[in-house]
């Protein structure tokens, strides 16, 4: 598997001013599922009070939760080294101690830059049994890809944007990242997705922020069967066995 130069994204990360930018509406919107998202995943995890998490690729963000129960890892140093419990490391190789988390949370795609398999190995490594995965990544089923070679392939090495830019990132499709899940053990329990009709809008215009008005439309097309699966951004409540 090709790498992704992490240095590179490194620099990129450390030089921007905010990861989730308000005047990004696309990234924003994406933003606001994963934070519903985390929440409610929250809520259903038992003695959530005192849970130890593990925000693997957090760029500092602690989408509210207590931040005296989390320990941040990144690979953007800046992002991180104003937390009292943070370490700069590859979420492929975390040099912590084996069965020391409650919960990982993984969002903002950050496995998109990684390989899948490494990362879903050292997680399920980091991990309690009957611990809890939140996993958030960009699927390679989306009309952003629609008609294209890569379409829905496993593993896709593509060109994306992020706020007026261009960057690499790996596709999976959701198949790929079930058998991973289910190759450790882990179980989902629950999922969203979001920006089903955007991708196809700036398929047809190259417009990011018009195009981003129309995942307003993703509660609808959500709920019809065979449509639901072409959306761009997937999230998992994984729990491990």
């Known amino acids: 598997m090709e790498k992704i130069d992490l240095f590179e994204v490194s620099k990129t990360y450390n030089s921007m001013a905010e990861i989730w930018d308000l005047n ?4 924003w919107i994406t933003h606001e599922m994963i934070m519903s998202f985390i ?3 929250i809520n259903e995890i038992p003695n959530n009070k005192n849970i130890k998490i593990l925000n693997a690729g ?3 963000n602690s989408y509210g939760l207590n931040e005296k129960n989390i320990v941040h890892t990144d690979i953007a140093k800046n992002k991180i080294r104003h ?3 943070s370490i700069l490391s590859n979420i492929e190789d975390i040099p912590l101690k084996s069965n020391s988390f409650d919960l990982i949370i993984c969002v903002g795609s950050v496995i998109n830059y990684c390989d899948p398999i490494r990362v879903f190995d050292e997680f399920n490594r980091l991990l309690i049994r009957k611990g809890y995965i939140i996993i958030e990544f960009e699927s390679s089923c989306t009309f952003e890809l629609l008609g294209k070679e890569n379409f829905n392939k ?3 090495l593509t060109d994306t944007f992020y706020n007026g830019g261009i960057e690499k990132l790996w596709y999976f499709s ?3 990242i079930q058998e991973l899940a289910s190759n450790f053990n882990l179980k989902i329990y629950d999922r ?3 920006h089903l009709v955007s991708p196809l809008i700036y ?3 190259k417009k990011e922020k018009f195009a981003a008005h129309f995942a307003k439309l993703d509660d609808i097309f959500l709920k019809i069967p065979l449509v639901n699966r072409f959306a761009s951004n997937v999230i998992y409540l994984l729990k491990k066995d």
């Open 24 to 27: 990004d509406t696309w990234h």
């Open 39 to 41: 929440w409610k995943s």
């Open 58 to 60: 957090s760029a500092g």
């Open 83 to 85: 937390l009292p419990n």
């Open 154 to 156: 496993k593993v896709v």
């Open 174 to 176: 959701e198949l790929y």
């Open 192 to 194: 969203n997705k979001c």
């Open 203 to 205: 398929r047809l215009f």
